[in-house]
């Protein structure tokens, strides 16, 4: 297995780190930026307690 130094370990650890800001970008970072877009798809989604049937248990 080759060492890495100098620069190459740089761009390896780059990499990385690059690769793992790109994953949680749109996970963490843009529902922090773009509040509207989230609320309203939460709003949408949200369960209606008082449309839901209550099953009556014996």
Same mark, same amino acid.
């Given at each position: 297995?080759? %060492?890495?130094? /100098?620069?190459?370990?740089? /761009?390896?650890?780059?990499? !990385?780190? /690059?690769?793992? /800001?790109? $994953?949680? #970008? +749109? %996970? !963490? %970072?843009? +529902?922090?930026?773009? $509040?509207?877009? #989230? *609320? $309203?798809? @939460? &709003? #949408?989604? *949200? !369960?209606?307690?008082? &449309?839901? @049937?209550?099953? *009556?248990? @014996?």
């Amino acid at each position: 297995m080759a %060492v890495l130094r /100098g620069w190459r370990f740089v /761009g390896f650890v780059s990499c !990385i780190i /690059g690769a793992v /800001g790109l $994953t949680l #970008y +749109p %996970v !963490i %970072v843009d +529902p922090m930026l773009n $509040t509207d877009k #989230y *609320k $309203t798809l @939460q &709003e #949408y989604s *949200k !369960i209606k307690r008082d &449309e839901l @049937q209550h099953i *009556k248990r @014996q």
